[in-house]
């Protein structure tokens, strides 16, 4: 299938790598281990509708490790990429984080409360200081910085059943292989410093923008259980459950995810303030 060319843009001195397909609403896309080319079926399939952009987080892919006195967040840098890119006004795009990506689309709404037209997050949580009890953060904290001196290969086995249900196929599991392959340790390490004890929860009653909850009804890493939690915080929330699937559902489910994508976007093609809750799919 292939993916688009790397293109990169300044953004307040780091080089941040992107990757762009299509024409027509823009749809930015960020999560599941930081690197654009996990999107391959996203940037080829909804680009027959929108411009899709998925790009590399600071210290993954091809984008720029983050200086060691950086003091700004994550969604500051995502700020700065829409404004670089010209996504800005009535241009502002669809955001869609998933897993880690969630969280910076929340970092994003918080410091830039009307830059994204619409939040979709997909296996999302709040930060793991959001949704877990301290001892459970300190355990993820702490697993994923010791993992961090260890060979690729001995962590993907372990990753994976966490990620896929048993129904995933070998190629789904390859294409996730190859991206957690290639990840830098430099990078990572300071992406767990800067939000691996983070807490969204205060930005969740402040949103402002229509936003969809994606959750697969098998996430063993996000269960439909903190959907529901932040669906009753976020003002207006729509939660969709994607049946069968995990916590990668966009790998998992393509078409179904691709299909809620699409309907939300073409339901919300404005930025008109949400005004009531429902909820979408089931168990």
Not at 14 to 32: E, F
Not at 83 to 107: I, K, M, Q, W
Not at 168 to 175: G, I, K, N, V, W
Not at 221 to 234: D, N, Y
């Amino acid at each position: 299938m292939g993916v688009p060319e790397l293109q990169g843009v300044n953004v307040g001195g780091l080089n941040i790598a992107y990757r762009r397909a299509g024409t027509g609403p823009p749809l930015v896309l960020h999560g599941a281990y930081e690197d654009s080319r996990i999107w391959e079926r996203q940037l080829a399939d909804l680009s027959d509708e929108f411009t899709v952009i998925a790009w590399d987080a600071p210290g993954c892919g091809g984008s720029d490790d983050l200086p060691p006195d950086f003091a700004g967040s994550l969604g500051r840098v995502l700020d700065g990429l829409l404004t670089e890119l010209g996504l800005t006004g009535e241009r502002r795009p669809h955001v869609l984080g998933l897993s880690f990506g969630s969280t910076v689309a929340l970092d994003l709404v918080g410091v830039a409360s009307q830059a994204a037209r619409t939040l979709i997050l997909a296996s999302a949580y709040a930060g793991w200081a959001g949704f877990l009890p301290p001892e459970e953060v300190d355990r993820r904290y702490a697993q994923v910085l010791a993992e961090l001196d260890r060979p690729a290969a001995e962590i993907i086995p372990v990753w994976l059943p966490t990620l896929f249900t048993q129904r995933a196929t070998p190629e789904m599991r390859d294409l996730v292989s190859r991206v957690m392959a290639d990840f830098r340790p430099s990078g990572m390490r300071a992406l767990l410093e800067l939000a691996g004890r983070a807490d969204y929860r205060p930005v969740l009653p402040t949103i402002s923008v229509p936003t969809l909850l994606l959750y697969g009804s098998e996430d063993a890493r996000s269960p439909v259980s903190v959907g529901e939690a932040l669906c009753e915080q976020i003002p207006g929330a729509t939660l969709e459950v994607l049946p069968g699937v995990g916590h990668l559902s966009f790998i998992e489910a393509p078409d179904a995810f691709d299909g809620a994508v699409r309907r939300w976007i073409r339901a919300h093609p404005g930025a008109s303030r949400p005004d009531g809750r429902q909820r979408a799919g089931g168990r």
